[in-house]
């Protein structure tokens, strides 16, 4: 947006700021700085970020070993459960019949169908306009033309 109004021509000044030793040093000190510059550079100009702009790569965080799931040792037929105070006990582990447990959708509650919505109650017939009444003047009825005419 700046570009299409002639601002361009700050692009130049601000090349040269950032050119500036002390202006370098201070956005090595502090990435804040680099970021409030970052987006009036891509409003001045078309062309890259400098080096100095860009900004310092993250460190990766380190991946944690996937813990790869193997039966607690202890007695044959039990496993390991943390109970709801917080300590861990032994319970049998359960048989099912095909070896596996039954996926969630078998074990799921039936979905009922929805009931029917009530039927809704039938509305009155519109209401048929009145005639004009044949007992009053025409003169009588001025204010309507009058509504128009403003």
Do not use: H
């Not at 965080?61 to 006990?89: C, E, H």
């Not at 596996?100 to 209401?127: D, G, Q, T, V």
């Not at 009145?130 to 001025?142: A, G, K, Q, T, V």
């Amino acid at each position: 947006m700046f570009r299409e109004y002639g601002f361009g021509v700050y692009a130049e000044t601000l090349r040269g700021l950032l050119d500036d030793p002390e202006m370098r040093a201070l956005l090595a000190a502090s990435p804040q700085a680099g970021r409030l510059l970052r987006p009036l550079w891509q409003r001045l100009t078309t062309e890259e970020l400098p080096e100095v702009l860009r900004p310092p790569p993250r460190p990766r965080k380190p991946r944690q070993p996937r813990a790869s799931w193997a039966p607690a040792s202890g007695p044959p037929g039990l496993r390991r459960v943390r109970l709801p105070d917080g300590t861990r006990a032994w319970e049998p582990i359960p048989c099912y019949p095909a070896g596996e447990p039954p996926s969630r959708r078998a074990r799921a509650r039936p979905r009922l169908p929805p009931e029917p919505a009530p039927p809704r109650a039938a509305r009155p017939p519109p209401k048929a306009p009145r005639p004009p009444n044949p007992e009053r003047r025409l003169s009588d009825y001025n204010w309507i033309g009058r509504l128009f005419m403003r």
